[in-house]
């Protein structure tokens, strides 16, 4: 069975700060990928990165890195320079490869504040 | 490209009735997939839907249902609601080969 664990319930950072969040992964499946997604207090779910088991570099989406060390198996978030409208909860998730990667598998989520 | 919609975005239902939820994914996505929120056991999968078929399904009582239309819009159905099935419900389309799912607004559901 897969299972993500956050362990930051909450985090609060100051406007322009780089920020990291946690998560860790377990898995048996050899393949499998690993998001994450911020959801604002309108409750839809924004994807934001992804990393695919196999992938050599670390995932980078604009100011969205994902901090990939397989072999401690945790794939943390980076987000630099961060803004007011970063405030939202964050989501790690993972899947399987093939027909099985539409099933994703959240963690509890880190509610980040960003202050002015 | 229009995003998923999900509706109705609200409903209030009554304990031991049914509902039934809508999803329609983005243009030419033919994968739907239903997670429940709540705030105790957090996001959870229900069922994924590709071509018309239940390719994948979580680990829920079989009075959660769904199916899948040809043109990819999907519906959930809950029977004989109970309390415990107030959350909110969210439905994401993806591609084929793709990996990344997108989400809709979701529906809230509260039963009273």
């Known amino acids: 069975a897969q299972k993500i664990t956050q362990t930051q319930p909450g985090m609060f950072v100051q406007e322009k700060e780089a920020v990291t969040l946690d998560c860790t992964y377990d898995t048996s499946d050899p393949s499998y990928g690993l998001f994450w997604y911020k959801q604002p207090s309108s409750g839809e779910m924004i994807f934001l990165i992804y990393q695919g088991s196999y992938d050599q570099q670390n995932a980078t989406e604009g100011r969205y890195s994902l901090n990939f060390q397989k072999a401690r198996k945790s794939a943390n978030l980076v987000i630099s320079a961060s803004q007011l409208g970063d405030s939202a909860m964050y989501f790690c998730a993972m899947s399987g490869l093939g027909q099985g990667a539409q099933k994703l598998v959240f963690g509890q989520g880190t509610r980040l504040t960003i202050n002015p | 490209k229009a995003g998923v919609t999900q509706t109705p975005r609200y409903l209030i239902k009554t304990r031991g009735q049914q509902v039934t939820l809508s999803c329609s994914p983005i243009s030419g996505h033919r994968s739907v997939s239903w997670y429940q929120q709540t705030p105790g056991q957090g996001l959870q999968f229900l069922f994924e839907y590709f071509s018309e078929t239940q390719r994948n399904k979580g680990n829920f009582p079989g009075r959660f249902s769904g199916r899948q239309f040809s043109n990819s819009r999907s519906e959930m159905n809950v029977s004989t609601l109970e309390l415990g099935d107030s959350a909110l419900y969210l439905c994401?389309?993806?591609?084929?080969?793709?990996?990344?799912?997108?989400f809709g607004p979701g529906t809230r559901l509260t039963v009273t």
């Open positions: 994401a389309s993806s591609n084929p080969g793709a990996e990344e799912q997108y």
